[in-house]
């Protein structure tokens, strides 16, 4: 019973964290978007979807570091998964990095040559 209940609250911290991180950075991703002119710029193309796609990978891989390297420690199912090794999270970290990099190098491209 003791699992079952640290495995729940464990999904709901999950939750929480992904729901304050991806809300701030929507908040976030709304205001560049306005200031560059809009949605429309994307055009509804396809790089509509890579832009979102490239976005929304490199938030839950920094999201995923985040968990498993500091929440986890502390939480009910720390011992099922130890943190990633220091080589992999700075390679992950700069994979999310560098997705929504590349996804506002999109953004900004599209508002300067459209």
């Known amino acids: 019973m003791k699992n079952v209940l640290g495995f729940i609250f464990e999904i709901l911290r999950i939750l929480v964290v992904m729901f304050v991180i991806l809300g701030a950075y929507a908040i976030f991703n709304s205001y560049v978007l306005e200031w560059l002119g809009g949605i ?3 055009g509804g193309s396809w790089l509509e979807l890579v832009f979102f796609l490239l976005q929304a ?6 999201i995923t570091v985040f968990y ?3 929440l986890k420690l502390s939480g009910a199912m720390r011992e099922y998964q130890p943190p ?4 992999t999270a700075r390679k992950m970290v700069i994979a999310g ?3 929504i990099a590349v996804s506002y190098v999109i953004l900004f491209a ?3 040559f459209s």
Not at 57 to 62: C, N, P, S, T, Y
Request: glycine share 10%; aromatic share 4%.
């Open 40 to 42: 429309h710029i994307l």
């Open 57 to 62: 990978g490199g938030i839950l891989i920094l």
């Open 68 to 70: 498993r390297n500091k």
């Open 84 to 87: 990633f090794a220091p080589e």
């Open 97 to 99: 990095i560098a997705a």
């Open 110 to 112: 599209l508002a300067i």
